[in-house]
Nanobody, 119 residues
């Protein structure tokens, strides 16, 4: 079992930045692929960043050059740095973990943290 706890969400103006954090517990963090999904009202959940156990990252085109994912295995934490935020980035952001990959049905999910981009 893996428990995931996100933090760092909030209200930010367009063009601003936020850094989300996710602390994992309950298993060997370094062996898991980690990632971030988001879900906006009325829309499906979408993957916005993934990082493998070896540190390889994947960021989809929709947020490329604005979002960066990183991990610190020493403190069991994965981060999502979000820059140049837009109103369409407003969503609940979920931290995910999986023994293999986070691209399809990650096994573990956090409770989510709200990000609102508005003036």
């Amino acid at each position: 079992q893996v428990q995931l706890v996100e933090s760092g969400g909030g209200l930010v103006q367009p063009g601003g930045s936020l850094r989300l954090s996710c602390v994992a517990s309950g298993s060997i963090f370094s062996r898991y692929a980690m990632g971030w999904y988001r879900q906006a009202p009325g829309k499906q959940r979408e993957l916005v960043a993934g990082i493998s156990s070896g540190g390889m990252t994947r960021v989809p085109e929709v947020v490329k050059d604005r979002f960066t994912i990183s991990r610190n295995n020493a403190n069991n934490t994965v981060y999502l740095q979000m820059n140049s935020l837009k109103p369409e980035d407003t969503a609940v952001y979920y931290c995910v973990a999986d023994p293999l990959a986070v691209g399809v049905r990650p096994r573990y999910w956090g409770q989510g943290t709200q990000v609102t981009v508005s003036s």
